[in-house]
T-cell receptor, first 113, second 111 residues
Framework: KAGVTQTPRYLIKTRGQQVTLSCSPI?????VSWYQQTPGQGLQFLFE???????NKGNFPGRFSGRQFSNSRSEMNVSTLELGDSALYLC????????????FGPGTRLLVL | LAKTTQPISMDSYEGQEVNITCSHN???????ITWYQQFPSQGPRFIIQ???TKVTNEVASLFIPADRKSSTLSLPRVSLSDTAVYYC????????????FGAGTRLTVKP
């Protein structure tokens, strides 16, 4: 079974721009979660989507948003990029039922200049 | 959400057994315990998960005492490739994907 895939793998943007990252979950997985990882803050939960609905949300500003499509693929968008948004963005998928482990993709490394 | 506390770093040698303990004093009845491994510039990889007592799979064992206020990840006979950051998470069964990663434990395996 193919793993979680994320595109693009690397991205360079400038301040003020916006960016859209894509995540394709493992086949059959209905839950997709997004995380931001930085050296200073570690791994931080952004949000989780299940059956096209946002089910959980972390403590990030409204510039960070996401959505999930009917095929469970998910996108996250960051508007008005700031230098501090430079990070590794990770997507994880799971079946979405209680107690299930999450399976992470390789991440998208975003650099904001 | 229950907070977890782990050692910041640990050193070991090839072939040794490594035990990493995680404290989660405020674990709730519905919470389960999950461990992940992360290599640099990669996403975390699920290692093992448990609710109580002992769980074993092909790569690790997870020991959970009766009070569930701590758990211990045991890696048998580590190799250099086990050098990574290990995260302990405690998750709510009702919000199983609202997970909080702590700082993790950086394990360094030496030859």
């Amino acid at each position: 079974k193919a793993g979680v895939t994320q595109t693009p793998r690397y991205l360079i943007k400038t301040r003020g721009q916006q960016v859209t990252l894509s995540c394709s979950p493992i086949s059959g997985h209905r839950s997709v979660s997004w995380y931001q990882q930085t050296p200073g803050q570690g791994l931080q939960f952004l949000f989780e989507y299940f059956s096209e609905t946002q089910r959980n949300k972390g403590n990030f500003p409204g510039r960070f948003s996401g959505r999930q499509f009917s095929n469970s693929r998910s996108e996250m968008n960051v508007s008005t990029l700031e230098l501090g948004d430079s990070a590794l963005y990770l997507c994880a998928s799971s079946l979405g039922t209680a107690g299930e482990a999450q399976y992470f993709g390789p991440g998208t490394r975003l650099l904001v200049l | 959400l229950a907070k977890t506390t782990q050692p910041i770093s640990m050193d070991s040698y090839e072939g040794q057994e490594v035990n990493i303990t995680c404290s989660h004093n405020n674990i709730a009845t519905n919470d389960y315990i999950t461990w992940y491994q992360q290599f640099p510039s990669q996403g975390p990889r699920f290692i093992i998960q448990g609710y109580k007592t002992k769980v074993t799979n092909e790569v690790a064992s997870l020991f959970i005492p009766a009070d569930r206020k701590s758990s211990t990840l045991s890696l048998p006979r580590v190799s250099l490739s086990d050098t990574a950051v290990y995260y302990c998470l405690v998750g709510d069964r009702d919000n199983n994907n609202d997970m909080r990663f702590g700082a993790g434990t950086r394990l360094t395996v030496k030859p």
